[in-house]
């Protein structure tokens, strides 16, 4: 079945302590980002790769870290997080980046 | 930095009637307008999209329309059913910054 999965779905954490959100997909996607919602505010980008090895900033990329080895994998990295970090994030992958992006189920982290 | 407008926020239809909601866009380089629903505690899902070379486009009772002298896009609900009320962001793409900045979404509320 082609998705896209992220790992921990919920996820409670202390203020500073380093965390790794997963993402993968089986679609042979290139282009895959992240996202993070908040009420009000919609779904702002953090992070997009074009393709392996190939990262960018999004529109909020502060406190945040990606890495692309892989075609598949794509995580996120909060190296100290904090609690204005506390919001809904979703991975997506798409064919190219003007196709469709599949989204992944949504990490729900809270920072404390 | 780009930004995408969406408006109205709310918006409540009785059954059978259309919903038309509006974005407006700030990056003339943008190309590509995708449209996602996101019922509650569900991830986005793409329901239209359109590129810049097309003024408009259709799928059964959804259609989206550009223009891009006027950098707004909208879409078009007709004959609207219970099934539709969820939340709609639009979206734009960027071509020479290859990042997606996402409206702040829509709460349709279809009401039988």
């Known amino acids: 079945e082609a998705q896209v999965t992220q790992n921990p779905r919920y996820l409670i954490t202390v203020t500073g302590k380093k965390l790794t959100v997963t993402c993968s997909q089986n679609m042979n996607h290139e282009y895959m980002s992240w996202y993070r919602q908040d009420p009000g505010l919609g779904l702002r980008q953090i992070y997009y790769s074009m393709n392996v090895e190939v990262t960018d900033k999004g529109d909020v990329p502060e406190g945040y870290k990606v890495s692309r080895k892989e075609k598949r994998n794509f995580p996120l990295i909060l190296e100290s997080p904090s609690p204005n970090q506390t919001s809904l994030y979703f991975c997506?992958?798409?064919?190219?980046?003007?196709?469709?992006?599949?989204f992944g189920p949504g990490t729900r982290l809270t920072v404390l | 930095g780009e930004n995408v407008e969406q408006h109205p926020s709310t918006l409540s239809v009785q059954e059978g009637d259309s919903a038309v909601i509006k974005c407006t866009y700030s990056?003339?380089?943008?190309?590509?307008f995708p449209w996602y629903k996101q019922e509650l505690g569900k991830r986005p899902q793409l329901i239209i999209d359109i590129r810049s070379n097309v003024g408009e486009k259709k799928d059964q009772r959804i259609a989206v329309t550009l223009n891009k002298t006027a950098k707004h896009f909208s879409l078009h609900i007709t004959e609207t059913q219970p099934e539709d009320s969820a939340v709609y962001f639009c979206a734009a793409f960027g071509t020479g910054t290859y990042k997606y900045i996402f409206g702040t979404g829509t709460r349709l509320k279809v009401l039988a």
């Open positions: 990056d003339s380089a943008s190309n590509y």
């Open positions: 997506a992958s798409s064919l190219g980046p003007i196709n469709e992006q599949f």
